[in-house]
């Protein structure tokens, strides 16, 4: 059983930062492959990025990638979501998941979290 908690979430400017951050609770995180998902208002819940349990392999959504980096630090059963030039699309829930499996399919992870919502203003 894996718990997952997201923080980090906010208000900010477009071409502002935040970084997310989920912790997990549970043994042999580095088991996981870890991702992040998004839903915003009246859409679908989309794959944003994803990182293998060793952390050497990352893939990301194109919508993001070049602005968004993930990362984990497997000691402190955490994983991280940096997000620059956010933008007003940005806008959403963001949901972090544990998988055996990884990819960018929702129904390889078994573990979500609550989410967090992050909101870029124009």
């Known amino acids: 059983q894996v718990q997952l908690v997201e923080s980090g979430g906010g208000l900010v400017q477009a071409g502002g930062s935040l970084r997310l951050s989920c912790a997990a609770s549970?043994?042999?995180?580095?088991?996981?492959?870890m991702g992040w998902f998004r839903q915003a208002p009246g859409k679908e819940r989309a794959f944003v990025a994803a990182?293998?349990?060793?952390?050497?392999?990352?893939d990301y959504a194109d919508a993001v990638n070049g602005r968004f980096t993930i990362s984990r630090h497997n000691a402190e059963n955490t994983i991280y979501l940096q997000m620059n030039n956010l933008k007003p699309e940005d806008t959403a829930v963001y949901y972090c998941?544990?998988?055996?499996?990884?990819?960018?399919?929702?129904?390889?992870?078994?573990?979500w979290g609550q989410g967090t919502q992050v909101t870029v203003s124009s």
């Open positions: 990182i293998s349990g060793s952390g050497l392999n990352n």
């Open positions: 549970g043994r042999a995180f580095s088991r996981y492959a």
């Open positions: 998941a544990a998988s055996l499996i990884g990819g960018r399919s929702e129904s390889a992870y078994t573990y």
